[in-house]
């Protein structure tokens, strides 16, 4: 009896606190479900561009990736010069036409009329106006000013005379090349030109064999997507024709040289030295690469979808494409980079970029690591940039001005600009130009929260020895020539010697300045007679300036452009 009036007390207490528990149980669940939509999501371990963070503690900034964390001081390396190379004191630009190169008056045969259509954005573009004037020289034609693409995706209206000085580009190659600004009228009547494709890098014997004849029947004929139309390998007095049209005659307008000029000054009034990143890492350009950076299933779905705008594109291995440095490094990656190098947390950088995937939260790491973050749009008020703000392309040449003025020019990628530009720093005295050492720079990105500060930047400066922008980095044929302008760089033998004799003060000779590795820029072509692969239209949605694709088969190597 005893026993169940037991029972029954302890049932009645039972359910006295039975609401009790409910209503716990129900605030615990809540605060989960809570916690699990306020939760950052979950780290893809398998991606070595996983999700990360950088902050401040204690005079150092901390790059936080799962548990791991990778001390970054804020002082640079003191014990060499970051701003410049003693080596680039022996080698100049050099391009002067030779004595034997007869003069255009000489040369040019009448009723002979090129024209060009270029393609793609403004640094693709600038590739197709210098070698206009070679293949007008090698068809001793006279040369139509050539005419800007206009119908790209992005459909910036300007024509040449509105980015660059045409009266200086036609009076600065009159020796060379005749150039006229419009195709003279055929009795009285407007002229129609015969449209051609010329196969890529086509050679003078593949001029001669297939454009000559159909000039010398129809007298005027104009070639279409003229990028990367002449072959790399040319006669020692074209190559220096190439040079003396791209870094003498190829001149920007007044208004643009004075935009680009003040940007340039108010990076000066803000520090001594500055560098300037051309930053790729915009949505379509990155869809298209086939890359992944960690972003998860967003990421997927997002460049993914963008990705079905091409049919051609064939599914990619994101994995395979970054081993065999096919990415552009992120923007943290850039920034660990160049404080591995030795730039310190106070240098100020500039940074000539599109739309950034991701925006303020991709770039907060290199933000975080350079505070000092300036783009022409915090440079210059929306008034000052309202005359180029709607064209593309002179929002690109400004920042082309900035980049080639820039004490240290950086660049995530391999496109157009990166390569023109990293052919005229050297043409101008090899003002450092970091490119990054992808296929290295890949294991140890993957593997940095293994070791430490220390190890890292030993790592990375062994790495990205012949990726600085030394003399004598690339072997001279190697890459396309606007990037590796070896014919035009001459050396000073005089000095050379007396600095040989030495006791060796400025350190390694020239042949030293190669590492393990030199950049792996692509073989020229053998001959430049066959046709290559079929090019690409130009696809932008971000104001900036770069590749894009066609219906027709692209190489990835070209699409990672301007």
């Known amino acids: 009896m005893a026993f169940h009036r037991r029972r029954n007390h302890y049932y009645n207490r039972f359910r006295s606190i039975l609401p009790l528990i409910f209503s716990i149980s129900g605030a615990l669940l809540i605060l989960f479900a809570l916690l699990s939509f306020l939760a950052p999501t979950p780290i893809d371990s398998n991606n070595p561009q996983h999700t990360n963070s950088l902050y401040a503690r204690n005079g150092v900034v901390e790059d936080t990736i799962g548990q791991s964390v990778l001390h970054v001081p804020k002082k640079g390396r003191t014990d060499r010069d970051i701003w410049s190379s003693k080596n680039s004191l022996y080698y100049y630009g050099c391009s002067n036409a030779s004595i034997k190169f007869a003069n255009a008056d000489a040369v040019t045969q009448p009723n002979r009329y090129l024209l060009i259509v270029t393609s793609g954005g403004l640094n693709q573009q600038r590739t197709g106006i210098i070698d206009a004037v070679v293949a007008a020289r090698i068809l001793n034609a006279t040369l139509v000013v050539p005419r800007l693409d206009q119908k790209s995706f992005w459909k910036d209206s300007s024509d040449f005379s509105e980015i660059f000085d045409v009266d200086w580009y036609i009076s600065s190659l009159s020796k060379d090349v005749k150039i006229i600004k419009s195709l003279p009228k055929r009795g009285g009547k407007t002229w129609i030109p015969r449209n051609m494709r010329v196969p890529r890098k086509c050679s003078e014997r593949c001029y001669q064999n297939r454009i000559l004849p159909v000039l010398l029947k129809r007298h005027a004929i ?168 709607s064209f593309s392309s002179r929002m690109a040449a400004l920042d082309f001005i900035v980049c080639d003025e820039s004490d240290v020019f950086v660049t995530n990628n391999n496109g157009n600009m990166a390569r023109i530009l990293a052919g005229r720093r050297r043409y101008f005295g090899h003002k450092p130009t970091i490119r990054p050492n992808a296929k290295k720079l890949y294991r140890l990105f993957l593997n940095q929260t293994t070791m430490s500060w220390e190890a890292f930047t030993s790592k990375m400066r062994t790495y990205q020895r012949g990726f600085m922008g030394e003399p004598k980095e690339v072997r001279p044929g190697r890459g396309e020539f606007h990037e590796n302008p070896h014919t035009c760089i001459c050396e000073d033998s005089e000095a050379k010697a007396k600095k040989d004799s030495g006791p060796g003060k400025y350190g390694k000779g020239y042949d030293d300045v190669l590492g393990d590795d030199e950049p792996e820029l692509p073989d020229p072509d053998d001959d430049g007679y066959q046709d290559g692969p079929q090019e690409k239209e130009q696809f932008n949605g971000t104001g900036m300036d770069y590749d894009g694709i066609t219906n027709e088969e692209p190489e990835l190597e070209e699409i990672l452009s301007d």
């Not at 950076?293 to 997002?302: I, L, V």
């Open 222 to 389: 104009q070639l279409t997507k003229f990028d990367y139309r002449v072959a790399n390998r040319l006669d020692t007095q074209l190559q220096k024709l190439r040079c003396r049209v791209n870094y003498h005659a190829l001149k920007f307008t007044d208004p643009i040289l004075r935009m680009g000029e003040k940007l340039v000054h108010r990076m000066r009034m803000k520090s001594k030295h500055f560098i300037a990143l051309h930053l790729r890492f915009e949505p379509d350009m990155l869809a298209f690469s086939g890359c992944y950076y960690g972003g998860g299933d967003k990421e997927r779905k997002e460049l993914g979808a963008i990705r079905k705008r091409w049919k051609t594109l064939h599914v990619s291995n994101p994995d395979k494409e970054r081993r065999h440095g096919k990415c552009p490094l992120t923007p943290r990656e850039v920034g660990l980079m160049l404080r591995a190098l030795g730039y310190s947390s106070d240098i100020h950088i500039y940074v000539a970029s599109g739309e950034v995937y991701g925006g303020e939260e991709t770039l907060a790491p290199l933000k975080a690591l350079f505070p000092n973050f300036y783009t022409k749009e915090t440079l210059a008020s929306k008034e000052e940039l309202e005359p180029f703000s």
